[in-house]
C-alpha cells in the first residue's frame, strides 16, 4: 500500500512537470519559427496546466500568440472540445 502511494504521488507530481516544458507562451516562438496545427492541438489539451501555470508565472498563456493563424487556432479548438467533452454530446445513455 504504501509503495502505491509513493507511486502515485510521483507521478502526480512528475506528469505536470514534464506537460509545463511545452507550456505557450514561455519565449520557444518567434516570428520566423511559428506553432503550427499539431503545437494548437497540444496546447488546446494541457490548457488546464497552463491556465494553473500562468496564476504564478505571467509570461506563461494558455494559448500562444506565435502561431500560423487558423491552422493553429484549429488545432487547439478541436483539442479543447474534444478534451472537455465534447465528443460526448455523441455518446448513448444506457439506462438500465
Do not use: Q
Not at 33 to 62: C, M, Q, T, Y
Request: proline letters at 3%; charged letters at 15%; hydrophobic letters at 45%.
Amino acid at each position: 500500500m504504501k509503495k502505491k502511494l509513493s507511486l502515485l504521488f510521483i507521478v502526480a507530481l512528475g506528469v505536470p512537470l514534464i506537460l509545463s516544458g511545452c507550456i505557450p507562451g514561455d519565449g520557444t516562438y518567434t516570428s520566423s519559427d511559428r506553432a503550427g496545427f499539431f503545437w494548437g492541438v497540444w496546447h488546446g489539451w494541457i490548457a488546464p496546466i497552463s491556465l494553473i501555470a500562468g496564476i504564478f508565472k505571467e509570461n506563461i498563456r494558455v494559448y500562444e500568440t506565435m502561431n500560423t493563424g487558423w491552422f493553429y487556432d484549429f488545432g487547439f479548438y478541436i483539442a479543447i472540445i474534444s478534451g472537455f467533452g465534447g465528443i460526448s454530446l455523441f455518446r448513448k445513455d444506457s439506462k438500465k
